[in-house]
C-alpha cells in the first residue's frame, strides 16, 4: 500500500508532465496515459488516507491533526488540479472528451458501489446459510443425543426382557 504522500506526488507529477506536453503543443489526445496516471494517483492518495485514519488510534492529538492538515491540502490541491486538466481539455477543444469521462466515471462509481453491496450481501447470505446448517445440525444432534436414548428407554420399559 503507497502512502498517500507519495500518491500525492505521483499525481503532482502527472499534472506536471500535462502541462509540460501542451505547452510543447503535443496533443492533447496523446495524453490519455498522463491523464490517466492523475487519476490513479489522486485514487490512490484517497485509499491511502483512509488506511492512515484506521492507524490514527496510537498517535497524539498533534500528529494527527498535522496529518489533517496535509491530508485537507492535498485534497484540495488535487482539487484544483483536477479542474486545471478539465480546463485543459475544455481549451484544447476536448470538452466532450471531459464531460463524456466524468459521466462515463460516475456511471463507473455507481457499478462499483452496486457491486460491493452485492458483495456484502452475498457475504450475509453465505454466513446465514453457514449459520442454519450449524444449528440445524447441532439440532438435529441434540435430538439424537436425547431422543435415541430416550427411545430406548422406553421401549426397554415397555418391553422387558
Known sequence: MIDPFTAFAMAQGAVKGIKA????????????????KFFEAADAVHVA????????????????GAEALQIAMASKTLRDNERELKDILIMSGNADVWHEMAKERTRMFKERAAAILEEVRLKKERTENFLNVI?????????????????LLGFKLMYPE
Open 21 to 36: 506536453a501542451i505547452q510543447l503543443g503535443k496533443d492533447v489526445n496523446g495524453l490519455i496515459g498522463d491523464f490517466s
Open 49 to 64: 488516507t483512509t488506511q492512515l485514519r484506521i492507524k490514527n488510534a496510537n498517535k497524539t492529538d498533534a500528529q494527527i
Open 135 to 151: 444449528f440445524t445440525t447441532i439440532a438435529l444432534l441434540g435430538v439424537l443425543c436425547i431422543g435415541v436414548p430416550a427411545g
